[in-house]
């Protein structure tokens, strides 16, 4: 599974990006594709999440009420709508699939991560 971000830049304290992440490969046993965030110095951070099977999400307390993760399975892209962007909010956002294996009784998951965008949220 390849994964190829974009969308990211340079925004105004509350203002608005849409990130996008596009899969590619072997996107068939993809469960679930999420976003992650780094800051420099920090370690690297769940934001958001999307279950492939019923479109359920998950958010980081930090983000609620202001960004959305949502995906088109016909385009198998995914998206992060932000919006109230704040200072902390600064980062290299990394896109994340997981691929879940079945073989017999045993599971193997499988985890791909794209190349990350840079997201500057300047005062």
């Known amino acids: 599974v390849q994964l190829v971000e974009s969308g990211g830049g340079l925004v105004q304290a509350g203002g608005s990006l849409r990130l996008s992440c596009v899969a590619s490969?072997?996107?068939?046993?993809?469960?679930?594709m999420a976003w992650y965030r780094q800051a420099p110095g920090e370690a690297r951070l769940l934001v958001a999440a999307?279950?492939?099977?019923?479109?359920?999400?998950n958010y980081a307390d930090s983000v609620k009420g202001r960004f959305t993760i949502s995906r088109d399975a016909a385009k198998n892209t995914m998206y992060l709508q932000m919006n109230s962007l704040k200072l902390e909010d600064t980062a290299v956002y990394y896109c994340?699939?997981?691929?879940?294996?079945?073989?017999?009784?045993?599971?193997?998951?499988?985890?791909?991560w794209g190349q990350g965008t840079q997201v500057t949220v300047s005062s």
């Open positions: 994340h699939a997981r691929r879940t294996v079945v073989l017999g009784r045993t599971i193997e998951d499988y985890d791909y």
């Open positions: 490969g072997n996107t068939f046993s993809v469960n679930a």
């Open positions: 999307i279950s492939a099977g019923d479109d359920s999400t």
